[in-house]
């Protein structure tokens, strides 16, 4: 199986400040990546797709970048509502797996 | 537009067999697949098997000999059982999409499977 490092596992941030959350794959897998938020007591919600493709409906202050097999989530400009657990998500082959996860507070 | 609604019985007995039921709207499960995840209280996200749009299934490997996944199509139903649960399945358990984005965009409200006698 593939194996997903994501880092940092905790983050703390202040309002409008700008937050990195990397993943890392133990192999190529192209851009078959995603990134997911999911807030207490719901569903993960899908925010980036195919590495860097923003989802509908996903404010542009997030942004999704890739360098060989190191995967990276940006928040431009960290919102109230940006807090949650974010968790990478690779497809390019079965099973799918996921990140550890990173949860994001605000200072 | 696309829905999905898990439902199953909230606690079942240690050694005893998990049904759950995924009921869908807004797409054909004969187009897009359904798969599902769980999530142990508190921890990540675990990907534990899928039922393509074939009717071809794909299981978690640590799963596979205590797992099945079936559907009906003309009650746009997915059902997964698990047999022999131990503590460790105690987790919510999601059902979602894999549509023509070809990532898991629309999913479930989960529902809390409790491993427990």
């Known amino acids: 199986d593939i194996q997903m490092t994501q880092s940092p596992a905790s983050l703390s941030a202040s309002l409008e400040e700008i937050v990195t959350i990397t993943c890392q794959a133990s192999?190529?897998?192209?851009?078959?990546l995603a990134w997911y938020q999911q807030k207490p007591g719901k569903s993960p919600q899908l925010l980036i797709h195919?590495?860097?493709s923003l989802a509908d409906g996903i404010p542009s202050r997030f942004s999704g970048s890739r360098s060989g097999t190191q995967y990276s989530l940006k928040i431009s400009r960290l919102q109230v509502e940006d807090t949650g657990i974010y968790y990478c998500?690779?497809?390019?082959?079965?099973?799918?797996?996921f990140g550890g996860g990173t949860k994001l507070e605000l200072k | 537009q696309v829905q999905l609604k898990e439902s199953g019985p909230g606690l079942v007995q240690p050694s005893q067999t998990l049904s759950l039921t995924c009921t869908v709207s807004?797409?054909?499960?004969?187009?897009?697949?359904v798969h599902w995840v769980r999530q142990p209280p508190g921890k990540g996200l675990e990907w534990v098997g899928a039922i393509w749009s074939g009717g071809s299934t794909d299981y978690n490997s640590a799963l596979k000999s205590r797992l099945s996944i079936s559907r009906d199509t003309s009650k746009s139903q997915v059902f997964l059982k698990m047999n022999s649960l131990q503590t460790e399945d105690t987790a919510i358990y999601f059902c979602?999409?894999?549509?023509?984005?070809?990532?898991?965009?629309?999913w479930g409200q989960g529902t809390l499977v409790t491993v427990s006698s």
């Open positions: 192999q190529d897998i192209g851009n078959w």
């Open positions: 979602t999409e894999l549509g023509g984005t070809n990532w898991f965009a629309y």
């Open positions: 998500l690779q497809r390019y082959s079965n099973p799918p797996t």
């Open positions: 195919s590495a860097t």
């Open positions: 807004g797409f054909s499960l004969t187009s897009n697949s």
